[in-house]
């Protein structure tokens, strides 16, 4: 009994743990696009790949450079996928909180929802049962502006249009699908802007998405001082002051020898695991070690009460019988002084038996 409440101690602890550490903060979208037909029940095996991938994406993300694509599921309509990004004008712990807290709210924003898109502050997630990967989607989800404005428009058109064309070729071009720059507007101003897609796409899609946005930037933003668009698939944002660029992590570097390296961490890998069996093992020895020793006992004293009830071994008496076989150590049944104490006479009624009785003093 006691290895087994261990045992359920032991997995109370490490699923509250895993909860704890799986519940991100949770955060609301921005006008988020979410299915309304077909949707999924709650028992069904779509909602737990769903689960299951949305209880990854954060740490897959974070291991990959604030970027990932997953799915979950062997094909069908359970089988479900999804993306998650952070934007590049955010910074780490913005990024690090939309990670972990898009995809733990979700559920609640879009509930049912086989296909959602979501633009939040300082990320994006997506999720659907049909892959989107590598398919550029140019819808415009949202987007902010100054409401302050620049004199000479044309101007204004010509530098914006230049600069955020070169981003939208290069930046498809680039590892993270990302680029930054600057120019002058003017002869006292300068113009920064920012033109990134999801990793997913290829060079072509991510260029021809940003240059959509290029042209829905001059139609809806003639003259604005900064403003942004951002969609399901790439991101652009010019301003005519500086704002901050984070880079994702870069992944660590492997050492020389890979196949070296592997067999040692697979090494670590297998000596932690027997050593944590042993440990187990080790523990759950010592506590049926210590029921067996423990029944034994209680079997010895057992045996030890059946022999007294036999009358095979000396009888052993309560206080309280003895007390009353000598009328409570009174002094009449008192026959003298021995060694340690005084011995009274008794009379065991039950056994009809006249004894001597020595009360340690």
Request: glycine share 8%.
């Amino acid at each position: 009994m006691a290895s087994q409440n261990l045992i359920l101690l032991l997995a109370i602890f490490v699923s509250l743990c895993v909860a704890a550490i799986g519940q991100g903060k949770k955060i609301v979208p921005f006008n988020p696009s979410c299915s309304t037909t077909g949707n999924y029940s709650g028992d069904s095996q779509y909602k737990k790949n769903l689960d299951q991938l949305l209880s990854t994406l954060a740490t897959a993300a974070t291991d990959d450079g604030w970027f990932n694509t997953s799915s979950v599921g062997t094909g069908g309509d359970d089988q479900v996928f999804g993306l998650i990004m952070c934007y590049a004008d955010r910074n780490p712990t913005q990024c690090k909180e939309c990670l972990a807290g898009a995809p733990a709210g979700i559920t609640q924003v879009c509930p049912g929802s086989r296909t959602v898109n979501a633009n939040y502050d300082a990320c994006l997630l997506r999720y659907s049962d049909v892959s989107f990967f590598s398919v550029a989607d140019k819808t415009v989800a949202f987007n902010v502006y100054a409401k302050s404005y620049v004199e000479n428009m044309a101007a204004m058109n010509e530098t914006r249009w230049q600069l955020m064309s070169q981003l939208a070729e290069t930046a498809g071009q680039t590892k993270l699908r990302l680029d930054t720059g600057s120019t002058r507007l003017g002869s006292t101003s300068m113009m920064y802007g920012l033109a990134q897609c999801t990793r997913d796409l290829a060079v072509s899609e991510c260029s021809t998405c940003l240059s959509d946005y290029i042209v829905q930037l001059s139609k809806i933003f003639p003259n604005n001082s900064w403003a942004a668009i951002k969609g399901y698939s790439c991101y652009l944002r010019y301003d005519l002051s500086p704002f901050g660029i984070t880079l994702p992590p870069s992944s660590p570097v492997p050492p020389p020898s890979s196949t070296r390296s592997t067999g040692f961490v697979a090494g670590l890998s297998v000596a932690g695991a027997v050593s944590f069996m042993v440990i187990l093992g080790v523990s759950i020895w010592l506590l049926l070690r210590r029921r067996r020793k423990h029944a034994r006992l209680m079997r010895e004293h057992q045996e030890m009460e059946d022999d007294f009830e036999k009358g095979t071994r000396p009888k052993r008496f309560r206080y309280d019988e003895l007390s009353v076989a000598t009328d409570f150590f009174s002094d009449d049944c008192k026959l003298g002084e021995g060694g340690f104490g005084s011995v009274y006479k008794g009379f065991l009624k039950d056994l009809n038996l006249e004894v001597a009785i020595k009360k340690v003093s």
